[in-house]
T-cell receptor, first 113, second 113 residues
Framework: DAKTTQPPSMDCAEGRAANLPCNHSTISGNEYVYWYRQIHSQGPQYIIHGLKNNETNEMASLIITEDRKSSTLILPHATLRDTAVYYC??????????????FGRGTSLIVHP | NAGVTQTPKFQVLKTGQSMTLQCAQDMNHNSMYWYRQDPGMGLRLIYYSASEGTTDKGEVPNGYNVSRLNKREFSLRLESAAPSQTSVYFCASWSGQGINEQYFGPGTRLTVT
């Protein structure tokens, strides 16, 4: 799986949009971009994933650049409860047990009042 | 549907003691994983099981053993605990198919004195 690079920390005002970047310049054509978050000491939680089109769900939006070398996770109206570490991962769609996900240090997002 | 459950939630051991961390999932997933997370760090893979009856080492397997008891359960054993194994341990599962996401348990906080 391709390597990802994320800023170690960011902050955002409550009610504003939080835009979390991720670089994945060596991504392959069949690799998806996934985002997870980990709220203080809990297990990571899946947020969203995409291949090349922008995606939106009830939690967030994912914007992937046309060359797919970077992406941005958008929390449109951040709340204090969104304070967490956010992980960006790229991986292929695969069957069987060959998928070994790798989590780096992620981005620590602090949402302040 | 409880997802991924882990027991115990907290544990304190003395150096040299042994214990087993239990993990179970009720989603009929094929693959299961054990990670550890040290303060301020990402998750590091200890062992994984691609399917029932198979186990493989991850990034940091030394000092641990695992058992895939059946499709639902994947246990992690510390035979002789060391202070360096003080960490938060997360179990995760994945369906083993396509682009489905991983699911994580709530974690076990282990302190070895």
């Amino acid at each position: 799986d391709a390597k990802t690079t994320q800023p170690p920390s960011m902050d955002c005002a409550e009610g504003r949009a939080a835009n979390l970047p991720c670089n994945h310049s060596t991504i392959s054509g069949n690799e998806y971009v996934y985002w997870y978050r980990q709220i203080h000491s809990q297990g990571p939680q899946y947020i969203i994933h995409g291949l090349k089109n922008n995606e939106t769900n009830e939690m967030a939006s994912l914007i992937i650049t046309e060359d797919r070398k970077s992406s941005t996770l958008i929390l449109p109206h951040a709340t204090l409860r969104d304070t967490a570490v956010y992980y960006c991962i790229v991986r292929v769609a695969t069957s069987g047990g060959s998928y070994i996900p790798t989590f780096g240090r992620g981005t620590s997002l602090i949402v302040h009042p | 549907n409880a997802g991924v459950t882990q027991t115990p939630k907290f544990q304190v051991l003395k150096t040299g003691q042994s214990m087993t961390l239990q993990c179970a999932q009720d989603m009929n997933h094929n693959s299961m994983y054990w990670y550890r997370q040290d303060p301020g760090m990402g998750l590091r893979l200890i062992y994984y099981s691609a399917s029932e009856g198979t186990t493989d080492k991850g990034e940091v397997p030394n000092g641990y053993n695992v058992s895939r008891l059946n499709k639902r359960e994947f246990s992690l054993r510390l035979e002789s605990a060391a202070p360096s194994q003080t960490s938060v341990y997360f179990c995760a599962s994945w369906s083993g198919q396509g682009i489905n996401e991983q699911y994580f348990g709530p974690g076990t906080r282990l302190t070895v004195t």
